[in-house]
């Protein structure tokens, strides 16, 4: 069955950076665009950074726009984000997620949207200090 599994989070001070894994089994990875969203208490899960099989089909939300890198290795099934520059408002569960659904636009939030989710991750927790 589908597997996707997240680590590397943990807790970091502000202006400090993490890097995030996710391996996913099970599935035909390569064919599946890749996501990152996070969730805080009382919001709703909202989008981080998504990518397609090309390298250059990529979205960034606007608050973690020149902080964030998402990468995939489809070689070894895994998915990236390397985090930097964290700010104490970045803390969130984050979860990884592979979509089905191909986006309208790659310059919108229609590209890194919950409804194309097929598979999450369990999320790992990441906290920044100020």
């Known amino acids: 069955q589908v597997q996707v599994v997240e680590s590397g989070g943990g807790l970091v001070q502000a202006g400090g950076s993490l890097r995030l894994s996710c391996t996913a089994s099970?599935?035909?990875?390569?064919?599946?665009?890749l996501g990152w969203f996070r969730q805080t208490p009382g919001k709703e899960r909202e989008g981080v950074s998504c990518i397609g099989f090309s390298a250059a089909n990529t979205y960034y939300a606007d608050s973690v726009k020149g902080r964030f890198i998402i990468s995939r290795d489809n070689a070894k099934n895994t998915l990236y984000l390397q985090m930097n520059n964290l700010k104490p408002e970045d803390t969130a569960m984050y979860y990884c997620?592979?979509?089905?659904?191909?986006?309208?636009?790659?310059?919108?939030?229609?590209?890194?949207?919950?409804?194309?989710?097929?598979?999450w991750g369990q999320g790992t927790q990441v906290t920044v200090s100020s």
């Open positions: 099970g599935l035909s990875f390569d064919v599946y665009r």
């Open positions: 997620a592979a979509l089905s659904t191909a986006p309208g636009s790659w310059s919108g939030v229609g590209a890194c949207g919950t409804r194309g989710v097929d598979y």
